[in-house]
């Protein structure tokens, strides 16, 4: 197992730290505080399922010099022992009268002047992996060190995906490429959509994904209601289009995009819609450049669409990527995220099919893309121009 | 899609509030305020995988009296439609501004007289999904309302399951049992593990799991060092053990249990240790009560082990199963929670080869069972009495 856990030279962990410590200079922290599995994993490439369970919690601490520290259950401590880290402090966990606050609280005061200011990610999209109670607790013992949000620190830094992090994401985008490619051997008219669910996960791991962390998806006639909802056991109908959405991981690193299917002839307004959304994303892919913000994508989107005839639609039109399904930004009229160089990001533009009947029902478009000084680079292979039909 | 969202009739969600209502009157609690995946899951049935996404939180508010109510981003207002709950609030999720802040706000007001005590989830084995700096400035904007330790009164209440509840995890632990008697199919000398784990996850899907949220194991000689790592692409070797752990998902119901297989014939000393794990599963199933406590249990397994000449090993010894992979309590030395009729626990002994090179290796025997006022019923298919040999 010796070689998966070390999915990345030390070299990249230490590049990883180094500009963490950069970013918590110039905000002022001397130390960050991670309970997270994608941050923990990002400093530490300890990488393993075991998160599922909640009954432990485990930390990170990364100080403003020197190496960083894990403090973590003794349960973990063989696979951080094959990671590149080389300071590690364990407990035995879960230990309801003391679970981990202890050991935290001496390691932080060993290793932080009284004067601390600890970053902790506490912004957007952010959870603090740990009871909540515990963390009162541990601020009261470090006093008068303090927590302070460290949002931005970690973000900044890990929004910028390193070479060996975009060529895994590349990869596991390969992975479900070659996975969708297959659709149509489990998939068409009579197919309960539980069943293809099954059959499509089944297919990413045999094309290589570790593990399946997120597939949804939907079918419905000229389109569909939602996105997020399982899979019942209706079976799919002819004029129904199909989607599915997946983030497969290999290595840690997730892909996260979707393909649509007609099921039978495409009528006319779902191939308008379509190749409205597939214009579209070839025209922002175009246009999109570092030093534009998250907002300006939203709105490049939403207006291409109405260019093209038809309405946005579906929430947020895409997001950042790497270590999780989503990660910051995200493609709304609010965000204003600088888009950088090395940013790996989905487009994922929704638009309303205007059926005959009256009703609108929605078709979502996704790529995965890295962004590059010249512009949109793709890292999932392009979706069809013109809408597959299954039999 | 609709079937699959009413995974229990409205009146199983009744019954569960009203349940968490008596516990929270008791605890002079005025509403619990829910933000986790298993505990909104528990209150409305709403099941998606799309809190792979850390991008929205998601709140439930369950009230001493009256139906709860759920405020959530847009995007789930259609699934959550079809639950039984009648009281959804939404907003346009993720907005950097307010991400739902000023609506649970108002919310809780409304519904909340100046002084309430709310109960949030903070002890052991929670977490808060939602931004901490949020919960912060919520508190703040709901004052004099204020935020208490809630968790004694939905863990009293979760960890008790209904009968629907008892046949969702029986229905989990019969997939993994299938798939696990397919494991010759895919296991054998020169297998790699990586291998071995993908197709395991194909055929927990084929088996008539809906996802796969867990697997775990490993592979040895005589044993092995520890059992959270994923797998590398090392084959198996002639005097290996190989485990493989699933936490296999039915309709948002886990199983979670383990094999060993014997690559080859299995030495003496893995045929003596297998069996003092075997018996000992036996005899503490047989000895299990109601108003015994966690430590009880994990006494009895570690006194049956030494009683049959070996040492207990790999951290706590079994725990509790449902809504996710792992739930309190833990059979540690000190969790004192009180076993009760209808709690689902895994019995979980894990104990050192002593080998003939003088290394100790870990073997782990995992069944699923059912507390009765009679003692324990097995969920799980129970695991062979021989440790079966792979060719």
Redesign the interface.
């Known amino acids: 197992?010796?070689?998966?856990?070390l999915i990345f030279p030390a070299e990249e962990f230490r590049t990883r730290v180094a500009r963490l410590q950069a970013e918590m200079s110039a905000q002022g922290l001397d130390a960050l505080f991670l309970t997270s599995a994608?941050d923990i994993f990002y400093v530490t490439g300890f990488?393993?399922?075991?998160w599922?369970?909640?009954?432990r919690p485990w930390f990170v601490i990364v100080p403003a010099s020197g190496a960083p520290v894990a403090v973590i259950?003794?349960?973990?401590a063989?696979?951080m022992g094959?990671t590149w880290m080389t300071q590690v402090r364990t407990w035995?966990a879960?230990?309801?009268?003391d679970?981990g606050v202890s050991l935290l609280a001496e390691t932080l005061c060993d290793l932080l002047p009284e004067s601390a200011r600890i970053g902790?990610p506490?912004?957007?999209?952010?959870?603090?992996?740990?009871?909540?109670?515990d963390f009162?607790r541990l601020g009261e013992r470090i006093a008068p060190r303090r927590f302070v949000?460290g949002?931005a620190a970690i973000q900044r830094v890990r929004e910028i995906k390193s070479a060996a992090e975009i060529e895994k994401i590349r990869m596991a985008c390969a992975i479900a490429g070659r996975a969708f490619a297959r659709v149509p051997e489990f998939a068409g008219q009579g197919r309960p959509?539980?069943g293809i669910?099954?059959?499509f996960?089944?297919a990413l791991?045999?094309e290589g994904?570790?593990?399946?962390?997120?597939?949804?998806g939907?079918a419905g006639p000229s389109g569909y209601?939602?996105?997020?909802?399982?899979?019942?056991?209706?079976p799919l109908q002819v004029g129904d289009v199909l989607m599915l959405d997946t983030?497969a991981v290999r290595d840690g690193y997730f892909c996260d995009f979707d393909r649509n299917f007609s099921v039978g002839p495409v009528s006319d307004p779902v191939r308008r819609t379509h190749a409205a959304l597939w214009e579209v994303t070839e025209a922002v892919m175009a246009q999109l450049r570092p030093g534009m913000r998250a907002h300006d994508a939203h709105r490049l989107l939403v207006e291409g669409l109405a260019a093209r005839g038809v309405a946005a639609g579906?929430?947020?039109l895409g997001?950042g990527l790497g270590i999780?399904?989503?990660?910051?930004p995200?493609f709304?009229p609010?965000?204003?995220t600088e888009l950088r160089e090395g940013m790996v990001l989905t487009l994922e533009p929704g638009a309303w099919v205007e059926t005959a009947d009256g009703l609108r029902r929605l078709l979502v478009h996704e790529e995965n893309i890295v962004l590059r000084a010249t512009g949109a680079e793709l890292l999932s292979p392009r979706a069809p121009e013109t809408l597959p039909e299954l039999n």
Chains 1, 2 share one sequence.
Do not use: K, N
């Not at 599922?52 to 009954?55: D, I, N, Q, R, V």
């Not at 994904?209 to 949804?216: E, G, I, L, Q």
């Not at 209601?225 to 209706?234: F, H, K, L, Q, T």
């Open positions: 197992m010796a070689e998966r856990s994608a990488l393993t399922r075991f599922e369970s909640p009954a259950p003794s349960i973990g063989e696979l094959r035995e879960p230990d309801p009268t679970d902790v506490m912004g957007l999209e952010t959870h603090l992996r740990m009871p909540l109670a009162t949000d949002t959509l539980d669910f099954r059959a996960q089944s791991l045999e994904a570790d593990w399946v962390s997120y597939v949804a939907a209601d939602d996105v997020i909802s399982p899979a019942g056991p209706e983030g579906g929430g947020r997001h999780t399904l989503t990660e910051w995200s709304t609010r965000d204003g």
